[in-house]
């Protein structure tokens, strides 16, 4: 999709839907824009979601769509961004804009922003004077890391920049100020020709790719980094672990050291975009035999299983655009797996806290 420095793209434009939902109202994609002295350019004050939705027998269909906005109202409450949002508005909105697009498979993005009052105008750093403003856009996005990486797997390296310390900028809110320290990871990756790169904490254990959370298969269990590691507490970090679950997988969140990842059988990341990529060298040093594991195989074939409406989900996963009522997937066992779900497995430093448990269900 990119070139290897990722300063020109390959592909043609993304297909993208031709209205946008802001505050209520579908306008057009041309009219969704912002003052240049909003308050969110100057100060990086955004929170906002990637979800995606997929093609299906039944038509396109979201993932998670209730847990991705119960983050984002989530990173919101840090954020004290006082709105008027509500759960069951976000979700509506996303259906009908996916319906609307036409599109088979798609993905969606809100924003909720600092905006600028334009009859009392305030520039200063507090953004308790800003009016907020909230959109969700949606567009045509294929293989975030490239095409053939779902299969033949991606170079990376480990990232002289440091992740978020939780103290600093929480890592756990989805914020656009926090992929300032995203890009710079991702910008020294490409410029020394790696896909991608991988940040360690603040400590020195391995925290998450620039826009991915990341996982190990030592032997025959799975590991992955806790929040306390300053990850973000990705959704499909939680579906893997998940799908490990169903499928007898051991899973843990644990600590990880940076030399571990060396001698990894397998790596992997997880994300919305990148949804779950073999990592194939780390440093230029070859991951287990170098080709996506048999762990990381099965995993993914669940998970795209899943995502087709063509397996059962643990939990409520799908939200169907074109079914009046919203059915969602075929649930393993009613009830279980609800869609708040609590975060990771058990582990010793695991944090045992429901990062976006939803109000009710669905
Ligand atoms: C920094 C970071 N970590 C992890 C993830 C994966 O999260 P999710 O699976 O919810 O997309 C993302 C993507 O949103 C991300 O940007």
Known sequence: MFSKDGKTKNVSSPKICDVVWHDGEFIKWNDARVHVMSHVLHYGSSVFEGIRCYATKNGPAIFRLREHMQRLLNSAKIYRMDHNLSMDQLVAASVELARRSGLEQCYIRPILFRSLDEVH???????????????????DWGKYLGDEAIEKGVDVCVST????????????????????????????????????????DDR???????????FMVSGDTVLTPPLSSSILAGITRDSVIQICHTLGIPVKERSIQRAALYVADELFFSGTAAEITPIRSVDRITVGSGE???????????????????????????????????????????????????????????????????????
Do not use: H
């Open 121 to 139: 105008p305030a520039f200063g750093v507090n953004p308790f004077p800003n009016p907020l403003a909230c959109y969700i856009g949606a567009w």
């Open 292 to 362: 996506r594991g048999t762990i990381t195989t099965k995993i993914q074939q669940a998970f795209f299983e899943i995502t087709k409406g063509e397996r059962p989900a643990p939990g409520p996963w799908l939200t169907y655009v074109n079914d009046k009522k919203q059915a969602e997937s075929p649930t393993r066992k009613a009830g279980e797996g609800a869609s708040g779900t609590r975060s990771g497995s058990s582990g010793e430093d695991s944090q045992a806290i429901l990062v976006y448990q939803t109000a009710g269900g669905d």
């Open 204 to 214: 020195g254990y391995v925290s998450e790719g620039s826009g991915e959370n990341i």
């Open 161 to 200: 920049w440091n992740r978020l310390t939780p103290n600093s900028m929480p890592a756990m809110a989805k914020s656009g100020a926090n992929y300032m320290n995203s890009q710079l990871i991702k910008m020294e990756a490409l410029v020394n020709g790696f896909a991608e790169g991988i940040a360690l």
